[in-house]
């Protein structure tokens, strides 16, 4: 397995985390009976819980691309030092993000998330 693969993988466990995570605020603030009903009508959740959510969510966004290209450059270009460093800059930027963001630091949650964009965008130059 290539390192970008096996950081795939991680991004992946790191993606369920910040679910269980966002799960967890969410039963907080509105119990389990709520979320274990038909959700109609919950109040959209706010604090913690909210930063988890849309954490988790964003996640959700960039996981996609960044699975996208580890599984391009697997089929074609294969690793190098360029996707291997994208890769790394990914998980660990995302990782940093999903802390920072928890935190409620908005200006350094931005920087982070800067990191893991430079990361895709690495990748990306090595697949066309």
């Not at 369920?16 to 389990?32: D, E, H, W």
């Not at 074609?76 to 998980?91: H, I, M, R």
């Amino acid at each position: 397995m290539s390192t970008e693969v096996a950081l795939l993988v991680w991004s992946v466990a790191l993606c369920f985390g910040q679910m269980l995570v966002a799960v967890l605020g969410s039963l907080a603030q509105v119990g389990l009976p709520a979320l274990a009903g038909n959700r109609e009508g919950l109040p959209a959740p706010i604090g913690f819980a909210g930063r988890a959510q849309r954490a988790h969510r964003n996640m959700l966004e960039n996981l996609l691309l960044f699975a996208a290209l580890v599984l391009a450059v697997a089929a074609t270009t294969g690793s190098n030092s360029t996707t291997l460093l994208g890769a790394q800059l990914f998980f660990w930027g995302r990782l940093a993000y999903a802390v920072i963001y928890l935190a409620g630091i908005p200006w350094l949650r931005t920087a982070a998330w800067a990191v893991s964009v430079v990361g895709l965008v690495l990748m990306f130059t090595q697949v066309v």
